[in-house]
């Protein structure tokens, strides 16, 4: 039986993380925890132990900021969260969060002391090193990650137990990359798997709305680095790749007499025949129609 309505989980496994804890406190926060790491998420208000008054947890805490709302107050600094920026609290450090107006938006990572210490060990880290205050950037890499340790959570298939281990591990990594502002040196078989992902995407959807967020959404990367690794991999803006496969599907399309030129216009992602027009005579510099009646006189 849930304790609220938003974890099911043993408030004694929670505690691991926590300190003490009641379920009266995780009224709105959704609970995500594995054996070595538990995310936190406020989505209906704030945590009712995060606003106790100079608390302390025994994990370390990674705290990914999606607005600037709320604060953190300790005893000798406050810090206001940031869009895209991490904040890390070692363990026994007393805290508490003061929010401004409506739901603080963030992902608390709790973090057992002796798993971090396991890991921090490839990079010669030492846990003097980690009693300091610390701010880094979340990289995409590292939401990617806790999206993915959510979702296994909440689908709970089999082998969950073991994946959501695999992905604390690979979370854990990531936050001390970028801690250490260790940057990932660009893979390009990577990349040219995703751009031939994406036009396959393309050509399956030429007549949907195919924005550059959405093309760039769909593999996996920021719309800068997405356009620069499109370019790279065809000569080509993602945008001026998809006008001339429309307008290549068109022209084989232009053949079949039974199709409309508005019909056409559609199927090929054209927002009207005069859209379709326009951008056809601007590459070929013929109209679709002398096109076709020059096709047929061949």
Known sequence: MPHNSYTSEPISKIKEFTGEITAEHLRYVH????????LFMPVAGPCQMAISPMHTHPSYMFVIGFSNNSSIITESFEYRS???VVYLLAPGIPHHEVNESGIPRYVAV????????????????????????????CTEEILYAVKRFISEYQNNKPGAAILLESLSIEIMHLLLRSMLDIKPTECVNVSR????????????NLSEKLTLPVLSA???MSTSHFTRVFKTETGRSPIDYLIEMRLEIACRKLLDKER???EIAMECGFSSPAHFSSSFNKKYKISPSEYLKASINK
Do not use: G
Not at 117 to 136: G, I, M, N, R, V
Not at 193 to 204: A, V
């Open 31 to 38: 609970s995500f925890v594995s054996k070595n790491m538990a």
């Open 82 to 84: 940031q869009p895209n």
């Open 110 to 137: 709790f973090v057992k002391p002796s798993f971090l210490d396991q890991q921090a060990k490839a990079y010669q880290l030492q846990q003097s090193q980690l009693k300091e205050w610390l701010t880094f950037d």
């Open 193 to 204: 798997i995703e751009i031939n992902r994406c036009i396959e995407y393309m050509r399956q």
């Open 218 to 220: 769909y593999s996996n």
């Open 260 to 262: 409309s030129l508005k």
